[in-house]
Every structure is written in C-alpha cells, then in structure tokens.
C-alpha cells in the first residue's frame, strides 16, 4: 500500500483510496475484516487518526461497515435501493441524485457531464485570483441582481456568442436554471393563471408551475418547434401569462425551432401580450456546422425572459445561471430573487466572472463538444441498428440526448424496469408529458454521462429486450437477430 | 446629443441615458414637450424605433409621461428615486443592498458583518484542499440534501454547540437561511392557511409567506417571548400549519425565550399539533456568560422545523446553511429544494464541510464575540447617554442590534428621514410590524456593519434629532444638552 507523506492529497485520503481500489478489483471478500486502527497504523507509520478518518470515509462511501467493539468490514453489495418500483417522481429524485442509481449502472438517464471534462485547473486559478484579489470582500453580500462585473461579462458573453444585445441592468443572476424557473413563477404566476408549456416539456419546470397553482396547457411539439395550429386555437381561448419553451435541442425531444417559427412566435408574444420564457441549457452544443442562437437574439420588445444554465455546459456544482428581466418587472424580480435566496453566492460569481474575462470559455466549449461528438456519433450509430426493431429518432445534431420513439406496443416503463435490473438506467418518456397517459413509448437516452464502451454496452441491453418483446408478441414479425 | 454606433450599449439605451441626464441636469421645464419621434430620428440618424424605446423607457422609469395623439412631456417632480419617500418595501431592498445606501452613510441598517472579520485564510485553505482532494467531484450535483460527509458534520456542529441531535438524514442543506423559509413556504402553505409569527418579526419571512396567500396571525412579542396569552385565544380560533419563530435575539426585538416558554410552546405544539420553525442565525453570539440554545434543542418528537443561517455568524457571500427536518415531511421537502434549485452548491458544501472538521469554527466565534461585544458595549454606552430623551431599550447581552422603542411623540420614520439626510442609515421599526399601521416609534440600530467611531459619531445624528424634537415640541420638557 502506497502513502506518500510528501503529496498535497492527505493521508488519510491517499488511505482510503488505496482501500477503496483494493476492495473494488475484488482483493477482499464479502465481510471480510480490515485490519485494526492500531495495527494498519503502525504498519504503515502514519497516526491512528490517519487509519480513522479513512475508515470512516470508507464506510460514508458504503464500502464497509462498523460494528462497535468488534471492528471494520468490507461490505461488497453495497447500499441497495430497490428502483424497480418507484413511482414518476422517484424517477425525478433519482435523476437529481437524491435516490442513488447504482454506481455500476450505465447511466442513460442523467443528462449532465462527468467531471473529468470540467475545465477544474482554469476555474481553479479563477478561485485563487478572486481570494487573493478581493479577500474577505469576496464574501460579502452581492446585489441582489448579482456581482456587477458579473453582469457586465454576461453582456459580452451574450454578444459574442449569440449576437444578443442586453444591458447589464437586465440580468439577473440566478443559483441555476432551475431557480429563473421557481423565480418566474413567483413573479407571474397567481392561483388559476393560465400558461403554456410545450408537450412534453421538462418536468422540473411543470413542478414549479403546479405548485403555484397554475393551469398548464400543453401544445404538442413538432420537429420544427411547437404545433402552431394548436397554440392558435388554444391563445384564443385561454389568455396564458407566458409560454414557457426551449428553442435548441428541446428536452425531451432533440428538436430545434425553424427560424421561422422563432419569428412567429415573437410576433404572436406581442399580439396577444404574453411573456416567452427561452429556458436555454444546450444551445452551444451543436455538433454540425449549424451554430443556433436563442429565440431571444431576435427578441427587440423585452418580450422573452431568457434564462441560462451553466450546468450542462461548464459544472454543474457551481450553482450559477442568469436571466434577462424586462424593465417592467425588475422590481417584481428583484423581490421575487431576494424572498427566495437573497442572492447566489457571491464568491462564485467573482470567479466565473473571471473565468469569462480571462477568455476560458472558447477553449472549453470545443473541448467538450469534442467529446460529445464523439458520444453523439457512437450512440446514433448503435440506435441506427436497432430501426430494424420499428424505433424511430430524429438525429439532432446537437444536444445531450436522443428521443426514441418505441413501437405502441411497446410500455417504456417495463423497458425501464427490465434494463434496471440490467444496471441500465433510461428515462421514461412519461414523465415528461402533461396528460401522461397516453405517448407511454418514447424514452429519452442521454449520453452526457456515460463513456462510448457504455453506451454500446447500454443499448445491447435495449436490443435485448425489443428482440424479445419482438419474438414473443409479434409473430408476423421475426426481427433478424 | 451623443449616440455611438459602435457601443455595445443599445442605441434606445443610449439615447435614454442621455435625455434622462438633460432632465436630471434640469435642462427641461416641467411639462415640456420632447421633439417628435420622426424629427428626432432624423436628427440623430436612426430608426424611428429606437426613439421609440428610448421614450417608453424613459415614461417606464416615470420621466417623460405621453399624452395619446399629442407627445412625450417631461415630468419632474415624477418618480424619484429619492430615498426619503420610500415605501416599506424599498427600505428592504436598500438593507438589501439593491438600492444604494450612500457609501459615506454610517450604516446601523445592515445586521451583517463586515469583510475584516471574515476567516479568509482558513476558508482558502479549505477551498484549495478540496479542490486538490476532489478535483472535477468538487463540482457535480450532490445529492438534493446535501452533501452526506458535510451533513455528518452538521450532526456534530449540533452536537457540540447545543447539545443537539439529529441524525444527518434529517439534515436539508439550503443556501441560505431564507431559503429554509422559502422551502418552508413551498412545503407547508396552500392559499389561505393561518400561521402564527412573532410580532414584530423578520420581514423577509412575511414576504414569502405572503406571496404563498396564508393568513398571518401575528402574536406581540414580550420581554421572555411570545405573549401566551394571545397566543392561546388565537390557537383555539384558527388552527395555524406552524408558529414561525427566533428563540434567541429575536429580529428585531432582541429578546430571548425564557427557558419556561420554550418548554410550553413545545407543548402546545404536540397538543395543537403544528410545527414551530425556529429560525436561528444568532444563537451562538452571547456577550455573557449566559450561552444559549436553540428551542430544538429540546424536541425529542420532531415538532420544531431549525433553520440555520450562517450568513451573520460566518460569511453572507457562502450561501450555505441548513435545516432540520421532520421524517414525515422528507420527501415534500426534497422535491420543494429540487423545484427550487436542484441543490446547493457542492463545492462550497465541500469546503465549509473541511472547514468544520479542521476545527476552525470554535476559533472563529472565539474571535467575533470579541469584535462585537466591544461595539455592543460602545452603543449601549451611546445609548444609555439618550435615556434622558424618554427613550427605552432593553440589553440584550447578545445579537447584533439594539431595539430602541422612542418617546410615543416621535414618528420612526421622520428620524428615519432626518438621519438619511445626515448620511446615517438605520431601520424604521414599522416594517417589522404585521399591523404597521400602528407601532410607528421603534427603531433598530445595528452594530455589525459600524466601527466603534461610527457608532459614536452615528448616535450623536440620532440625538441631535431628539434633542430637536424636544425642544420643540415639549417645552415642559427641556433636557440638558
């Protein structure tokens, strides 16, 4: 066992990880008793402390267990939540990270990154500068509307990669996309107030909208952006406060608004006087040569509120987005962020700000567009096998993820239930409609998450079971095999 | 007139920025007409749009109104950011920080700390070891309530300072203390429910609980807590979801529960089955020997919700703090973060994670309790010097401000106007008051933000009034000056 005293990792990290890596290329068995705190401490000449805390992160970690008086164990199985039973919402809580998908699953259902793409060293100098530049100010309260060099960055950042014209007195920064959302529906939203959402949309903004006691209306999307014909019969019955959409990559389907259809959309927001709200977390992600911009780069009236998240396209642990605010409702805003949370950290956003200014962000976006091509390319190349088996997909291009459709016969949920007991994680495409009783047979892939040798490993799983629902169901059709 | 084409700034924004500079420089009379879009336009080569939005924004911020079919006037007296006529809310998001407090103001408003207390070093050093330990893990998703080694960590920081437990699965990591209160809120609250608070209270509580449509019961405050016996009439008329609460240097009152009340409202809890959220961000700064705890201290059934904010006592740019919660609201709980904002930042959970097990924090306090028992006891010098004035307060021997309660004569906020003008800030007691309509003689002074020097120069502002005032309008009365 390797500790070496002159790292910058503690020792009693180093300790665990040794542990830890012994324990998974199967050197122990199930129960098997680790040596005693004095002993492995002695052995090794570090302080008992030392063999302490590594133990305790071990058995944190699930990898041992104590039992008092008696010593420390391996335990091999693991922490073992049963999820072949949860309901929609578990789904939600294990895709957020609550509920634990096992760690050997591949994992198709999370659409964010895997830190070894986040740019830690640039973002780490970025850290350094701020607490050497501004000491304990640092730390201080920000304005609620955020950090103002921060603001003004976001400006830059806005013009230079999608030729959006907005005032640094129009942004506000938010912990995270999913906070523009909360803060929206704070602001807008009163019991009974009408709003519009694609169908299907992402679940975690119809949660904050039902909570608020909304009644949400879905219009179908179409491959080039919503259903245009519903969305007029619906405005004229119902005066929705605002649409809530994504124009590029939408979650779940992949599809991306027609210019078109974005200009449509404009006019018909200043016509019938309802808000836009752009909830933007993929647009920088194109993987051809046809870079998109938001809806709100064509926006001259202040009628889109455009809100971005960083979480897919830089790290999702930093916690920090924006939103533009229309001049009428800044005030309303700025209470609605301060009754929520005050303001985000002001710590983090000292050190994005730097991170933008000192021009990081280029070089990491062609990083991992890089590594997501490749992802991209792999998975559409294995679902290409599997058509013969009457799945259906758009190639997006671009984005995190690949929306299939199955045949009717097909229910997504017992496809999900068979590929966990396989450690494939995917998401039913239920959770993501509004009437979710019906279209049970779509799926959302993701490949944020997992590595080219899982996601062919991933989707033989997949064919596995499509071969046997085949075989067993549908006798007119024998699938080649 | 200057426009510049070649600015980032809109050209609307530009032009804008410079009428409202002609009015602000008294260059229009009252009333006066603007030139018309199209001659305007023409004047200054650009689209008649962009006089368009000049104009509207110009009438949004109330300098121009316009008169259909006829033009745009100049409006002088108009919306003023001129902070002596303020409404309640305004005055929130001053403290706030939105709207400025002039830099020279010796600032009594603000209850937070200032930079040069902050432990700046250790933080660092517990920023930069965790990025060295966990590298690209510092930054994905942890789980929705928080980080688990961080929570574990919580559990002892409860135990040691308090005498508390609680298991870590009963910790919820928040970011902030107020988002304890908006997830509460979330959790909690349907349109129309009753809940009880503490009157006067925080006002930021009042907020979220309002914009959620409850009914507020506000119960007066007494020298040793809540007035019993208004509370137990109240109880058997409206059954309240929870009693939202400060156990020990309640805002702004500064008094604390008497350990008998505490026990009798854990009673009245069990026996009137609501919740009692204690919001705690000042427990742990007593300038006697008496050390306090929190009322969860002494809930063995799960009846008291704890939100803890670090913000005053550590530093407010972390955003990180947490609450306890009830097992059979764990799930309601989890899912209103998640709708909120996902979860907390990560990395800043890691670092303050490594900051508690250093055993820094015990330091930390040590060190504070020192800074602010010396400006506690310069104001309350100050202050007792004013008791000739017929001015009142009680000494807290803790917390971070004085509850002054004025001669009945005096309207808080005419001081509060009379001190804005002498660059002395501080907070007019009536928005802390349910039914402001009364309670207009109180103020809070705070000592976190002021030095020593400016608590003497800053109190000497607040007697010249009084003395004043009692010239003036009490000749009976004529104090020694």
């Given at each position: 066992m390797l500790i070496d005293?002159?790292?910058?990792?503690?020792l009693y990290i180093q300790l665990y990880e040794n542990i830890r890596n012994l324990i998974e290329e199967d050197n122990f068995k199930e129960g098997e008793k680790l040596p005693s705190i004095r002993s492995l401490a002695d052995k090794l000449d570090v302080n008992n402390i030392t063999v302490v805390n590594a133990y305790k992160l071990l058995e944190q970690e699930g990898y041992v267990y104590s039992i008092k008086g008696s010593g420390t164990y391996v335990r091999k199985?693991?922490?073992?939540?049963?999820?072949?039973?949860?309901?929609d919402g578990d789904i939600e809580l294990m895709i957020g990270g609550v509920?634990?998908?096992?760690?050997?699953s591949i994992n198709f259902a999370s659409v964010s990154p895997t830190p070894?793409?986040?740019p830690i060293e640039e973002f780490k100098q970025a850290l350094i500068e701020v607490l050497n530049r501004?000491?304990?100010?640092?730390f201080v309260y920000p304005e609620i509307n955020g950090y103002e060099p921060f603001r003004e960055s976001i400006t830059s950042f806005l013009h230079e990669n999608y030729n959006m014209t907005v005032d640094k007195e129009q942004i506000q920064v938010i912990s995270g996309g999913q906070q523009g959302i909360d803060i929206i529906t704070k602001t807008l939203i009163s019991q009974g107030d009408c709003i519009f959402v694609e169908n299907p949309t992402y679940s975690g903004a119809i949660a904050a909208f039902q909570s608020r006691g909304a009644k949400i209306m879905g219009v179908p999307m179409l491959e080039?952006?919503?259903?245009l014909d519903t969305f007029y019969k619906y405005i004229k019955r119902y005066r929705p406060k605002f649409l809530y959409m994504?124009?590029?990559?939408?979650?779940?389907?992949?599809y991306s608004y027609s210019e078109e259809k974005k200009k449509k959309l404009i006019e018909l927001s200043k016509k019938y006087n309802f808000y836009i709200i752009e909830d933007d977390?993929?647009?920088?992600?194109?993987?051809?040569?046809?870079k998109k911009t938001p809806l709100k780069s064509m926006?001259?009236?202040?009628q889109v509120i455009y809100i971005k998240s960083?979480?897919?396209?830089?790290?999702?642990?930093?916690r920090i987005g924006f939103m533009t605010v229309p001049q009428k409702l800044f005030k309303d805003i700025i209470r609605a962020k301060h009754t929520t949370d005050?303001?985000?950290?002001g710590f983090l956003q000292r050190a994005f700000d730097l991170y933008l200014r000192k021009g990081y962000w280029k070089k990491h976006i062609e990083t991992i567009k890089k590594v997501y091509t490749e992802k991209y390319n792999t998975m559409v190349e294995e679902l290409d096998r599997l058509k013969k088996y009457d799945i259906n997909f758009i190639k997006?291009?671009?984005?995190?993820s690949i929306w299939v459709k199955l045949p009717?016969?097909?229910?997504s949920i017992d496809l999900y239930n068979e590929c966990v007991e396989n450690n494939v994680a995917l998401v039913p495409g239920?959770?993501?409609?509004?009437?979710?009783?019906?279209?049970?047979n779509y799926i959302r892939l993701s490949?944020?998450?997992?590595s080219n040798e899982e996601i062919v490993q991933g989707i033989k799983i997949v064919e596995n079971y499509l071969r046997k629902k085949y075989n067993d169901d549908n006798n007119e059709y024998l699938p080649f095999v």
């Open positions: 005293k002159n790292l910058n990792t503690p199985t693991g922490y073992n939540m049963d999820i072949s039973y949860m309901e509920l634990p998908i096992s760690k050997n070894e793409i986040f501004d000491k304990g100010s640092a080039d952006g919503l259903d994504m124009t590029n990559y939408q979650s779940p389907t992949t977390f993929l647009t920088d992600l194109n993987y051809d040569n046809s926006d001259d009236l202040d960083f979480s897919k396209i830089f790290m999702p642990g930093v005050i303001s985000s950290s997006p291009n671009g984005g995190l009717k016969e097909i229910d239920k959770i993501f409609f509004i009437d979710d009783s019906i279209y049970s490949f944020g998450a997992v």
